[in-house]
């Protein structure tokens, strides 16, 4: 946690960077380990651990010898190197890949590159399909009685009971949580399949507000599957150290 970063300021027109895309700053490269040199000439010299670098970022090893954890025991973002010295938000591994790019084409001009396909991933996690305060009647009530009393407004009131009636039938266009059919229309509409990911058991803390034997989602279930989508595990919030606990969980959606 002490680990100094430098910056590295780099001639960038000698080495070609100036058509790299990858930079957003062509002059500010951090450098974390070994010291902020690269000598330029019939070879190239560099002083810093290029690769370690790499996969320091990548491994992310910092979040396994740092304490600090968030109050969901999670890795804090202002705790790593990349927030305390400004570039957090930068695509740094990308940028080194460039800088050592770079240097190859350097040496050796007639290197090809390899052309690199983009690919879009759409993914969604179900963690509360459909409005849980029109789930069921006394839930209605309680919240129509706020909707009123709490916050003044008899036009919500009316909304969610025109919710509670349409959603009993199965019909959710006035369900602002249920955006699937609009979510599934796009992705296709772009050649593009989604994956939706279902808590399988949401009885504990933390989780969502439904079940897997509710009629409605196994509805939803075979809706996805019948577009061909795609349907995965969202591992409940106790899963994150308990393999067994998520595996169990993966089998009791397959077996739905």
């Not at 305390?84 to 240097?103: H, M, N, Q, S, T």
């Not at 409005?131 to 009685?145: E, G, I, S, W």
Request: charged letters at 30%; glycine letters at 6%; hydrophobic letters at 35%.
């Amino acid at each position: 946690s002490d680990h100094q970063v430098e910056c590295l300021f780099l001639k960038s027109l000698e080495l070609g960077l100036e058509e790299q895309s990858g930079f957003k700053d062509k002059n500010d490269i951090p450098v974390m380990f070994g010291s902020p040199n690269l000598k330029i000439g019939s070879n190239i010299k560099i002083d810093f651990d290029l690769f370690g670098t790499i996969f320091f970022m990548l491994s992310r090893f910092e979040e396994l010898v740092s304490p600090e954890r968030d109050q969901h025991d999670r890795f804090p973002a202002k705790a790593s190197l990349a927030y305390k010295y400004g570039f957090l938000e930068r695509p740094i591994v990308d940028e080194y890949v460039e800088l050592l790019w770079a240097c190859m084409t350097k040496l050796w001009p007639e290197l090809q590159r390899k052309e690199r396909t983009p690919k879009i991933f759409v993914s969604c996690d179900a963690d509360t399909p459909f409005d849980p305060t029109v789930k069921t009647l006394p839930r209605l009530l309680r919240t129509c009685a706020a909707d009123l009393l709490k916050r003044k407004s008899v036009t919500e009131a009316l909304k969610r009971i025109q919710r509670y009636h349409f959603n009993k039938k199965g019909d959710f266009r006035f369900d602002p949580n249920y955006t699937f059919d609009w979510y599934m229309d796009v992705c296709e509409q772009n050649g593009l399949k989604a994956a939706f990911y279902f808590i399988p058991e949401s009885i504990e803390p933390g989780n969502g507000d439904y079940s897997l034997k509710d009629k409605d989602i196994r509805e939803l279930l075979i809706k996805i599957d019948e577009r061909g989508h795609e349907i995965g595990v969202h591992g409940s919030y106790q899963t994150y150290q308990d393999g067994t606990k998520l595996k169990k969980q993966k089998a009791l959606l397959e077996g739905t």
